[in-house]
């Protein structure tokens, strides 16, 4: 090979390199571009999920709200509820939640048979059951907040809660903390009846 053609050889090839080089840099500025705009709507998507999984409450908030209301929202509804008072006669004259009614669910179940029997505490018949639930002035349709005390009770609200939700009446959620957090919460007190 003479001097000449291996000149020439390697201007090609210098050539060939060079633009070869200079499409990469092409197409690493498009590659870049596309990039940043692929991050840019990646971005902008991350952030639209993030804000509508904001809004949208969890699986632990859905289930506290199918069963618990605070004592905050008690009070900012207090004019389109019901409330119950499970704690019993004597400890509702001490003091309630104002315009709660007392009802306890031994009221709603069958304690005229002998203690510890098959039907001891067992929901009343669908009749009486039904009288005992319109008297409280309940109906399909109301939305019920029941409170017990919560620190030394036995779960009075829950199994009021559950009773009339078998009666029909599905919505009725507990106080979150019962009177005692209504009453930490320095809401009003009251010892007038309903």
């Not at 001490?94 to 029997?117: C, I, N, Y």
């Amino acid at each position: 090979m003479t001097l000449k053609k291996l000149g020439i050889y390697i201007a090609s090839v210098a050539l060939l390199v060079s633009s070869l080089s200079g499409c990469a840099a092409d197409q690493n500025v498009e590659s870049t571009e596309e990039t940043t705009v692929d991050q840019t709507q990646e971005a902008s998507t991350e952030a639209t999920e993030e804000s509508e999984a904001v809004t949208e409450p969890s699986e632990a908030e859905l289930a506290f709200n199918t069963y618990f209301v605070s004592s905050e929202w008690l009070n900012d509804n207090m004019d389109s509820v019901i409330v119950l008072d499970a704690r019993g006669q004597e400890t509702y004259d001490k003091g309630h939640v104002p315009g709660a009614r007392v009802l306890t669910w031994q009221s709603l179940s069958r304690m005229d048979v002998e203690f510890a029997s098959e039907t001891w505490g067992t929901l009343k018949g669908a009749d009486a059951l039904g009288q005992a639930i319109s008297e409280l002035g309940l109906s399909a349709d109301s939305e019920v907040i029941v409170y017990s005390d919560t620190q030394n009770g036995w779960g009075e609200d829950g199994r009021i809660m559950w009773t009339l939700q078998a009666a029909g009446i599905e919505n009725v959620r507990m106080l979150d903390g019962g009177y005692k957090g209504w009453k930490d919460a320095g809401y009003d007190i009251t010892k007038r009846d309903f």
